[in-house]
């Protein structure tokens, strides 16, 4: 079970608290450290000291770490034009040495969107698709060859289709709970299908859908890697639970029931039961970036007995 690093930073981060939580996950032996991609704070939190870009922050954790991988849950396919978002995800590629991933949805919070002037189109899904097709035909077109798509909602005619990532395929992710469009576009483009605050049953449900969906575009289910992302609260006993739990202003029961909350044993516990269900990999939304030895409880205690 591969756990990865998932944060939030539009509830008030710097750069700075981004860099230290990267680092933290490199040094203890996590699998990859991933940022949403968000513009605006959500709940009764300030935000400060304001939203960081996913990909300048990327680009710049690409420099300073050196095994981790680095993604998005999820990019916002309203946020970015898809030629320039392939060209800004080639390059962190080429930046980290070929670490990247790219998490791509259709963009949901639409009170970001009023607060900094970016369009929200109804047709959000639909975008996504042709997105979908433009970034990943951009990067696998030949070096010296064009490519052109002429869609709906985009047009391009003889791009260059450069620069090219430094790995020979960038992972997509893509992820939700839609039971029809949304496994059908990850049987199409998806290297990994992600499950983001689903119960064991829901899992289950939706990897069973995204596995059929697949073997009816003509791939095995097993060609696609199948995760989960859940909020994390753990302690070494019911205070420190309790203790952070308030910290993140969330209720232990909830978390308990909702995400991966407890001690070390009681984590491993439920993991074991997302393993059980087809969960390979899982990604532990870190809500308060300043609780470094959080981080460390999990890497001794939980990864620990995972590996």
Known sequence: ???RIF??????AS???????AKATED????AFFRSDHYLHMGSVDGLPGPTDAWITLAGLARETKRIRLGTLMTAGTFRLPGVLAIQVAGVDQMSGGRVELGLGAGWFEEEHKAYGIPFPKEKFARLEEQLAIVTGLWATEVGQTFSHHGTYYDLTDSPALPKPAQAKVPVLIGGHGASRTPRLAAQYADEF???????EDSERQFGRVRAAAEEAGRKGDDLIYSNALVVCAGKDDAEVARRAAAIGRE????????LAGSPAEIVDK???YTEVGAQ?????ILDLDDLDHLELLSSQVQSQLS
């Open 194 to 200: 992600n499950m983001p605050f689903g119960s064991i």
């Open 252 to 259: 232990v029961d909830d978390l308990k029931a909702n995400g």
């Open 271 to 273: 993991i074991g039961r």
């Open 28 to 31: 203890l032996g996590f699998d």
């Open 1 to 3: 079970m591969d756990l």
């Open 7 to 12: 944060t939030e930073p539009q509830q008030g």
């Open 281 to 285: 990999r899982l990604y532990l939304q």
């Open 15 to 21: 750069y700075d608290t981004l860099l230290a939580v």
